[in-house]
C-alpha cells in the first residue's frame, strides 16, 4: 500500500507556473511509474505526464514542451514543474503511482489537486 498525497494547485494567469508536489507514504524507489493525470470537467482523465524507475519520461503532446515531470526517491516525492500555463490546462491534477510485482499491478491515486488558470 501507498498513500499519495498531492500539493501545489492553485490559481494562476495565462502564461504562470505551477509546482505540483506528490508525497507518498513510502519509498517510491521500486514502484514502476509514477505520473500525474488530470481531469477537466465533464471531460476523461487523461495522462499529463510519467515517470519510471529508471528515469523514462513521456508527455501528452499538449504539455510537451512546457511541463517537467521529476522524482526524488530520497525524499518520495513527485513534482510535476507546470510552465506557460494555459486556460486549457485548468483541471483537478491526481498523483499516480503503478506497483507491478510479477502479474499483478496496482493502481494508487491521490485525492487531487485543483489547477485554475485564468485569461
Known amino acids: 500500500q501507498v498513500q499519495l498525497v498531492e500539493s501545489g494547485g492553485g490559481w494562476v494567469q495565462a502564461g504562470g507556473s505551477l509546482r505540483l508536489v506528490c508525497s507518498a507514504s513510502?519509498?517510491?524507489?521500486?514502484?514502476?511509474?509514477m505520473g500525474w493525470y488530470r481531469q477537466a470537467p465533464g471531460k476523461q482523465r487523461e495522462l499529463v505526464a510519467a515517470?519510471?524507475?529508471?528515469?523514462?519520461?513521456n508527455y501528452a503532446d499538449s504539455v510537451k514542451g512546457r511541463f517537467t515531470i521529476s522524482r526524488d526517491n530520497a525524499k518520495n516525492t513527485v513534482y510535476l514543474q507546470m510552465n506557460s500555463l494555459k486556460p486549457e490546462d485548468t483541471a483537478v491534477y491526481y498523483c499516480?503511482?503503478?506497483?507491478?510485482?510479477?502479474?499483478?499491478?496496482?493502481?494508487?491515486w491521490g485525492q487531487g489537486t485543483q489547477v485554475t488558470v485564468s485569461s
Open positions: 499516480n503511482a503503478i506497483d507491478t510485482a510479477g502479474s499483478t499491478s496496482l493502481n494508487y
Open positions: 513510502r519509498s517510491i524507489y521500486r514502484l514502476n511509474r
Open positions: 515517470i519510471t524507475t529508471g528515469g523514462s519520461t
